[in-house]
């Protein structure tokens, strides 16, 4: 499972470095599908993951700042930063024994869920690979190259 959060956290952060040369608005524009705008859903995965693991799973008290107080590209790498360092420990030291540790998770109606942790991890996971893939098809209709989603050829894995 680390690997594949390695794996994240390396194509986020290609995405970061994707949007530098583009404009507010291009990044702010309304597209079809998903979150439909790049920025607010590069926002929408570092909140989720950083909700689910470090609020949801660690009973930390968490503040992730709404998406208005984020003002830009650079605030937002920021703050990806801020929830890796907080998260990151904790995906490391990662073992078996949580896999099926109870976690309750409270929806916005107030209604209380249980979730095993392993499928909490694996949720944050999917979570990210599939936003990733609409940012990929909202840059080919700008006529921008994405981000390579190959996990192969990223040194996670060594011969």
Same mark, same amino acid.
């Given at each position: 499972?680390?690997?594949?959060?390695?794996?994240?956290?390396?194509?986020?952060?290609?995405?970061?470095?994707?949007?530098?040369?583009?404009?507010?608005?291009?990044?702010?524009?309304?597209?079809?599908?998903?979150?439909?705008?790049?920025?607010?859903?590069?926002?929408?995965?570092?909140?989720?993951?950083?909700?689910?693991?470090?609020?949801t799973?660690?009973?930390?008290?968490?503040h992730?700042?709404?998406?208005?107080? /984020? !003002?830009?590209?650079?605030?937002?790498?920021? *703050?990806? $930063?801020?929830?890796?360092?907080?998260?990151?420990?904790?995906?490391?030291?990662?073992?078996?024994?949580?896999?099926?540790?109870?976690?309750?998770?409270?929806?916005d109606?107030?209604?209380?869920?249980?979730?095993?942790?392993?499928?909490?991890?694996?949720?944050?996971?999917?979570?990210?690979?599939?936003?990733?893939?609409?940012?990929?098809?909202?840059?080919?209709?700008?006529?921008?190259?994405? /981000? !390579?989603?190959?996990?192969?050829?990223?040194? *996670?894995? $060594?011969?």
């Open positions: 499972m680390l690997k594949l959060f390695q794996y994240n956290w390396q194509v986020r952060n290609d995405w970061f470095d994707w949007c530098e040369p583009v404009s507010m608005e291009e990044l702010m524009k309304k597209r079809t599908g998903g979150i439909g705008y790049i920025l607010p859903t590069l926002y929408h995965i570092i909140a989720v993951e950083y909700g689910w693991i470090c609020g799973i660690q009973g930390k008290p968490i992730i700042p709404s998406f208005g107080e /984020v !003002t830009g590209l650079r605030q937002m790498k920021q *703050l990806s $930063e801020r929830c890796h360092a907080e998260l990151a420990p904790f995906v490391y030291n990662w073992n078996d024994s949580l896999e099926d540790r109870i976690v309750i998770d409270i929806t109606e107030g209604e209380h869920v249980p979730h095993k942790c392993g499928e909490v991890m694996r949720h944050v996971l999917a979570h990210e690979i599939h936003h990733i893939g609409q940012l990929s098809i909202w840059s080919r209709e700008m006529g921008r190259k994405p /981000v !390579t989603a190959n996990l192969i050829g990223r040194g *996670l894995y $060594e011969i």
